[in-house]
Every structure is written in structure tokens, then in C-alpha cells.
């Protein structure tokens, strides 16, 4: 049996069920908001060992018969609407949490990717150490909340650095979503950095950029793709900005020595998974930016059926992966 534990809004797990469904495989869709209304757990320990399962409304699963578990997109439980009181509510919702994350924690079985391996590798900073210890380039990079700091920096830099969120990419102010993208700051907005005073920021120098290449690494299999930011100006310092559907992809060719790095980095953060952003300098240079642990991909094989990502993820699952990365 293969959990997929996610939420009703996560497409990419469509895409890939989808894949699981024409193969007939055993598998279930956990959307982590519906518990514990729609899902109830049993867990139970004794001296003969742990027992349990999980019971949804058209199935049962017990927690033995778990192979696999791709831990996607998870978000909070919801509690019942008939809790009112705004205190009982959020002790339901953090008995619920609890819960749930004593039971992944408790499972044997294979994970892509085993949550705290996943959360550790969220870490900017440890990711960028990590990458290094694997041979990878790096721009030079700096946290600091100390303004004479982020100004001698950036002169040190030749003034030409980028500032990058550590965390927290999207920020809600009154129903309205605004994303923090990658932002190159010039000698005309240097006087921005005496902000870091009042939270660390990430700092780096500016890499020039021929392309910039997203690597997908599905267990040891290795998928890139060349994005054409530069061919626009609104992508020119982060491909993620502007119209994707007019973003330029096409397939490529990884060096085996940057590859073999990038399979590295994957299985050094203890993951099964991870979509690695790269620059391609006009040096010829790769230089690592950063990975997410669990990146968006479909977007790829929907633009090129014949890259076989949802296939390989499947075969990843179905198998039950790589002995020593459960």
C-alpha cells in the first residue's frame, strides 16, 4: 500500500496518481485536512509491538501493510465546526498535529521523503553547507541582521548582490497574496540594507546567468531542464517571476561530475527526492542556488510527455525505494 499524504488543492498529486491508477496499484490519498473529522486512527503498543491503522471513509489501512509513503504536501488538521470555543479548537488542532506526527515517526516503511529529513533540508543554510561538503560552487553568501555588515558586503561584492528570503516566500496581507522573489539590490538601494536590523537576511552575490537549470533528482535518477530566463525581462533575476507558459524550456544535458553532485547532495540530506536549482554561468560554470526538498514538477512532463518523472516517482513507490533511505 502506497499513502500519499497531501491536501485536496496539491495537482501535482493528481498527476501522479493518475500514474498509480492505470498501473493499478494499492494506494491512498491522505488530504491531511480532513482529519481527524473524516479519518480515524488507531495506534497501539505493547510488548508484542506496535499495531494500527488508519480508516478512511472507503478504506481501511493498517499501518503493516504500509510499503510507501510520499509525504507531499501536508497542511494542519481542520477540527470539527461543532468546536466552538476558539480554545477547545486550537487544543483539538494540536492533539490532532501531535498525533499524526507521532504515528509518520512511528511507521516503518519508505518515505519520499522522511519528514525530518525533509524539514532540516528546508534549511537554507544547512542546504548551502551541504552542497558545499559535496563539491558543489557556490556564490558567496551571508546571513546578517548587522547593517554595517550587509553594507561592507556589499561592497566587497563589487555591489552587486541579491537578497533572498530564508523562509518565507509568501506573505497574506488582507486576503491579498504577495510573493518575495529574488531581488538584485543596486548601488541605488543599497540604504535598504540598514533593514536587515530588524530580521537576518540572506544575502549573495550575483551570479550572471546563461541559463538557469532545475534539476529534479528522483531517487538515483536525474531529470534537468534548461530554463531561458534571460530572454525576459521580468525572469532575468528569477525565472519564477513573469508568464511561465511563455518561459523557453528545453531538455538538458547535465555534466556526469554536476549530476553525480546533485544525486549526492539528494542522498547526503537523507531524501529520495529533491528539485535543485542551478545557474549556468556564461563561463560555462554550474553554481548551485538552492533545493527544494519537495519542488514542483508535473509543470515538466506536461511540457514534455517523453521525460518520465510521474513513471520513475511511481516506480519509486510501488518498489519501495532504497534500502538504506527509509
Given at each position: 500500500m502506497i499513502i500519499i499524504v497531501t491536501n485536496r488543492q496539491d495537482y501535482t498529486a493528481d498527476f501522479l496518481i493518475l500514474e498509480l491508477q492505470k498501473r493499478r496499484a494499492d494506494y491512498v490519498r491522505f488530504n491531511t485536512e480532513d482529519f481527524p473529522q473524516h479519518v480515524?486512527?488507531?495506534?497501539?503498543?505493547?510488548?508484542?509491538?506496535?499495531?494500527?491503522?488508519?480508516?478512511?471513509?472507503?478504506?481501511?489501512?493498517?499501518?503493516?501493510?504500509?510499503?510507501?509513503?510520499?509525504?507531499?504536501?501536508?497542511?494542519?488538521?481542520?477540527?470539527?465546526?461543532?468546536?466552538?470555543?476558539?480554545?477547545?479548537?486550537?487544543?483539538?488542532?494540536?492533539?490532532?498535529?501531535?498525533?499524526?506526527?507521532?504515528?509518520?515517526?512511528?511507521?516503518?516503511?519508505?518515505?519520499?521523503?522522511?519528514?525530518?529529513?525533509?524539514?532540516?533540508?528546508?534549511?537554507?543554510?544547512?542546504?548551502?553547507?551541504?552542497?558545499?561538503?559535496?563539491?558543489?560552487?557556490?556564490?558567496?553568501?551571508?546571513?546578517?541582521?548587522?547593517?554595517?555588515?550587509?553594507?561592507?558586503?556589499?561592497?566587497?561584492?563589487?555591489?552587486?548582490?541579491?537578497?533572498?528570503?530564508?523562509?518565507?516566500?509568501?506573505?497574506?496581507?488582507?486576503?491579498?497574496?504577495?510573493?518575495?522573489?529574488?531581488?538584485?539590490?543596486?548601488?541605488?538601494?543599497?540604504?535598504?540594507?540598514?533593514s536587515v536590523l530588524f530580521a537576518p537576511s540572506l544575502l549573495q552575490r550575483y551570479v550572471a546567468k546563461h541559463l538557469e537549470i532545475r534539476v529534479t533528482i528522483i531517487g538515483e535518477k536525474v531529470f534537468a531542464i534548461a530554463l531561458h530566463s534571460q530572454e525576459h525581462v521580468e525572469s532575468k533575476h528569477d525565472w519564477r517571476r513573469g508568464n511561465r507558459a511563455l518561459l523557453r524550456h528545453e531538455p538538458h544535458l547535465l555534466p556526469v561530475e554536476v549530476a553525480s553532485k546533485c544525486i549526492a547532495l539528494v542522498r547526503t540530506l537523507g531524501l529520495a527526492f529533491g528539485a535543485i536549482d542551478l545557474i549556468l554561468t556564461p563561463n560555462g560554470d554550474y553554481v548551485f542556488l538552492e533545493i527544494n526538498p519537495n519542488g514542483q514538477w508535473a509543470w515538466i512532463q506536461q511540457l514534455y510527455p517523453e521525460i518520465p518523472m510521474r513513471e520513475t516517482l511511481a516506480d519509486l513507490l510501488m518498489s519501495g525505494g532504497l534500502s538504506d533511505n527509509t
Open positions: 480515524q486512527v488507531s495506534w497501539q503498543i505493547s510488548n508484542a509491538g506496535l499495531e494500527g491503522y488508519f480508516a478512511f471513509p472507503k478504506t481501511r489501512v493498517d499501518f503493516r501493510d504500509i510499503r510507501s509513503i510520499w509525504y507531499r504536501r501536508p497542511i494542519p488538521p481542520i477540527p470539527s465546526p461543532e468546536i466552538e470555543d476558539p480554545v477547545a479548537r486550537e487544543f483539538a488542532l494540536d492533539e490532532s498535529q501531535a498525533s499524526l506526527e507521532g504515528i509518520w515517526r512511528s511507521l516503518d516503511c519508505f518515505w519520499v521523503s522522511n519528514p525530518d529529513n525533509l524539514k532540516k533540508a528546508e534549511l537554507k543554510l544547512y542546504q548551502l553547507k551541504t552542497a558545499s561538503k559535496v563539491g558543489f560552487l557556490l556564490s558567496p553568501t551571508m546571513l546578517t541582521n548587522s547593517p554595517e555588515v550587509a553594507l561592507a558586503f556589499h561592497k566587497d561584492q563589487d555591489e552587486e548582490i541579491v537578497y533572498k528570503p530564508l523562509r518565507r516566500g509568501r506573505l497574506v496581507r488582507d486576503q491579498n497574496v504577495s510573493l518575495i522573489y529574488t531581488n538584485l539590490v543596486s548601488s541605488r538601494e543599497v540604504d535598504k540594507l540598514e
